[in-house]
């Protein structure tokens, strides 16, 4: 088998990421993510003043309540592809390319086929599963050609999240952007295209990102099976063989759930969020979206926590990686607190986009949840990339203990009190404030046990 060598670019990128200045090893990481991050907002955000503008409040809420089940499924690829990509990172970092290209297979089959064999499941049972959900009989009636084609979605999702795990293992953030921005100006093209011009409704708008995510996954496939790639994946990649894909399903499975289980816990406060009406639930998720943007750039740098510190891991550069995470988490909170601050003042200006002035118990319900969300900002990106320098350890236990804590110790069980106490709508609010807040002081306290146990034990054959 001829030997991978990296082109000079690559190379230089390489060593950048193993003995750059980590400051600007972070921010040339995560730039480009963080824009990816905000046109995929943006495109959300474009959805839903679609939806609220030119379809109608119950469709709102629909919308709301079939992404979050979405969510849910989207946990299963995007797990495999978020252990996958520790594993090829380790190998990218160490100069085993082979063995990189050869977990990028295996990743890629294990996302890919769970992802199918789920969606079908999904779509076979539609009907019973919303109703299990408890969501009303106007969003099974009207909902129903959204949700079947959004599942559809998951599966290119998947394949897609295993590529841009795979470029971002390779600090190979640039790409990802540019096959992203051009997915979305697709998407928002056609979902303007048939609700503006051709006044259709919501299935229309998750056809508009069935096919955005097809074009991506297209171009994506190119890159993908590249030769021209140093860990393109090649055909005798595509087993399932012992050896990698058991590991990859064991170091997944904690994330799998985790992420599963915050998903399925939205879904559940959701449910019960159905007993305040459609106008509550449609408010409680346009406050949950309104600080989306800098909720989402504050969030990316957990992607760039497990590439960078499982890169640098690979390279035997055990401080490095603990000092990834320390910037990591500083720029997000210094973002996540400037857009809070700056929604917090423009609050009154942007709430428009979301409803119209027709509704004014909405926008009154809106601004009484957003209160307490704002602040999930802040934790929750701190939540995430606690949880990334875990994931880069392959300890991604700390993932599925984070979530259940958040969703099933706090947040469903404040809800349910709440409203057996029968506290109004902003009660959502309430109950999101205290479960993020509460699980990222929870996760300092891990990282920093983390830290003292490996600063006086070592880590694999690395001391500190």
């Known amino acids: 088998m001829a030997t991978t060598t990296l082109t000079l670019h690559e190379e230089r990128r390489r060593n950048f990421i193993q003995n750059g200045d980590l400051w600007k090893v972070v921010l040339f990481i995560t730039a480009p993510l963080a824009v990816y991050a905000l046109f995929n907002y943006l495109y959300g955000f474009f959805d839903i003043f679609l939806v609220s503008h030119y379809i109608g409040t119950d469709q709102v809420a629909s919308v709301m309540f079939i992404d979050d089940i979405k969510a849910t499924i989207m946990a299963i690829g995007g797990g495999i592809a978020a252990g996958g990509t520790v594993f090829i990172a380790r190998h990218y970092g160490a100069g085993d390319y082979e063995e990189a290209r050869r977990h990028a297979g295996a990743t890629l089959v294990l996302a890919v086929g769970l992802s199918v064999t789920i969606a079908l499941l999904g779509m076979a049972f539609a009907q019973p599963l919303l109703k299990l959900l408890n969501a009303p009989d106007a969003i099974i009636t009207e909902g129903l050609g959204y949700y079947l084609l959004q599942m559809a979605s998951t599966v290119l999702i998947a394949f897609n999240a295993v590529y841009m795990g795979t470029e971002r293992a390779k600090g190979n953030t640039k790409m990802i952007l540019i096959l992203n921005i051009a997915a979305m100006i697709v998407k928002i093209g056609l979902s303007a295209l048939f609700v503006l011009a051709l006044g259709l409704g919501t299935t229309y708008v998750a056809l508009a990102t069935l096919l955005a995510q097809g ?250």
Do not use: C
């Open 215 to 464: 074009m991506l996954s297209a171009l994506a496939f190119f890159v993908v099976f590249s030769r021209k790639n140093s860990i393109g994946v090649r055909l005798e990649d595509l087993t399932i063989r012992k050896r990698y894909a058991l590991p990859i399903l064991l170091l997944s499975l904690p994330v799998i759930a985790g992420r599963f289980l915050f998903s399925f816990g939205r879904v559940i406060v959701n449910s019960l969020a159905t007993r305040y009406g459609l106008t509550a639930l449609a408010a409680f998720g346009i406050a949950m979206r309104l600080g989306g943007g800098p909720g989402a750039i504050a969030s990316i740098f957990e992607e760039t926590t497990v590439s960078v510190a499982s890169q640098n891991l690979g390279g035997k550069k055990l401080k490095r990686a603990f000092q990834t995470y320390g910037i990591a988490n500083l720029y997000a909170i210094l973002i996540a607190f400037t857009g809070m601050i700056l929604l917090v003042l423009s609050i009154d200006a942007v709430i428009p986009w979301f409803t119209t002035e027709a509704n004014p118990e909405l926008v009154s319900l809106i601004t009484q949840i957003f209160r307490y969300e704002k602040f999930s900002m802040i934790s929750s990106s701190t939540i995430a990339i606690v949880a990334a320098l875990f994931v880069s350890f392959k300890n991604t236990k700390v993932t599925f203990i984070l979530n259940t804590i958040r969703v099933f110790a706090l947040r469903v069980p404040f809800l349910i009190l709440f409203l057996a106490l029968d506290i109004g709508p902003v009660a959502l609010g309430y109950a999101m404030f205290i479960s993020n807040t509460t699980t990222a002081v929870i996760a300092l306290v891990m990282i920093a046990v983390h830290y003292h146990k490996v600063r006086t034990f070592g880590y694999l054959d690395m001391r500190m």
